[in-house]
């Protein structure tokens, strides 16, 4: 008797067929043994003809039987060496119960986005008019440095908005920050590579340069952003910044350190990496000018993303790389494939092309101060003078430093889990281990209005 499940996702006769496969590899069909009619079976299993049928003429096909006049379907005679060994008995597995970890209902970590913000609706429409366009594009490769539609639309975004000075050319659509420093670290290998990093600072450039054999040395971040001082005595030929909102301490590097560190890259030909992570998010104050465009030709290699906006499940963003490196870009990568798909590019360069992004930025803008004001509001009702906040007016994330609180940094982060908040340590941005503040980052993106509140206070509870 074969055992069928009506239920499964394999048809009938797929099971029908594995089943006496099975039995004829086991030994348990002995060759020449005759199998029942197509009739017989069919009736016996409670399924059509057609299910036997499909099942034999498969096995028939394989070898696994054959068929005389008249009489019907027989076991082939197979060879010892096909015949599977029966299978040893494993013993029981016991499955030991997950620890209990408490659910976090409320996350505060820096990279997270409102759920609702992303436009579904519009989206889908510049999806669907590419469709109706039915542009022959989708049966070509994409131009190694992306779609000249989407570079166009950037160019222009970015000239208005950051004062970024750049023609399409150099600019290059990427697959999110890993792949521009992967696409910087292959113009740059045999450049004494040596890379200054910002100290605390983002840790995905560690792992980046670190993993292509660079030296990386960290920079402390003061007031006024990297230590420039430190930097010209480091011996790097490249800096690797966040200017305009310093990841993870929120500061802004003033103009007259900006000019210093160009002045350090042209007198020793060296390369700058200005990243403007967050540069559409800030709430108070004048726009904050782009490294780049205090110095359109000079060796910058500037790099921002639709991730803090629009989605990072887009993994879309941006590299402008600086004229002097074109011609190597071109040598190195012209055989290249872009790595974003063509069709999140058009869909993206329609989105610009109808206006929906400007607006899209004025709304998150405004969301986003709503939480950024909401935060700094719950900080300072639950914790008074217990904490402080840095880096505030900007991005989505302030970092919370509390005054004189004696407990690791580990300790406090396993309260607050077991109070149901996830935080993100600070020292996870550090390579030279943890600071003396206790300091967190609390991302106010992906929470609610409400569970901000909540979450501070829950904080409070568990700390103190």
Partial sequence: MFVLDPTAETPLYGQLYQRIKESVLAGKLPADAKLPSVRLLAAELSVSRNTVEGAYLELYSEGYLYSKPRSGYYVSALGRDALAAPAPQQPPVVKMAPAEVPACEVDFHPARLDQAAF?????????????RQGLPR??????????AELRSFVREYLERSRGVVCDPEQIVICSGLQQSLDIVVHLTRGEQPVVALEEPGYHLPRSVFGNHGFKVIPIPVTAAGMDLELLAASGSSIAYVTPSHQFPLGQVMPVASLLKLLEWARSGARMIVEDDYDSELRYYGKPIPSLQSLNPGGNVAYVGTFSKVLSPALRMSYLVLPHARLSDYRRRFREYCCSVPVMEQLALAEFMKQGHWDRHLRRMRTLYRRKHDALLRAVDRHFGAKAV??????????????????????????KARQNGIALFPISATRALGKPKERQFLLGFGGPTLQEIDQGIERLVQAWY
């Fill in 138 to 147: 989708f049966s070509h490769y994409a131009d190694p440095r992306g779609e």
């Fill in 119 to 131: 436009p579904v609706l519009l989206w889908r429409k510049c999806v669907q008019s590419l469709f």
């Fill in 389 to 414: 906040v840095l880096g505030q007016g900007a991005g989505l994330h302030v970092v919370l430093q509390l005054s004189g609180h004696a407990a690791e940094e580990d300790v406090l982060v396993e």
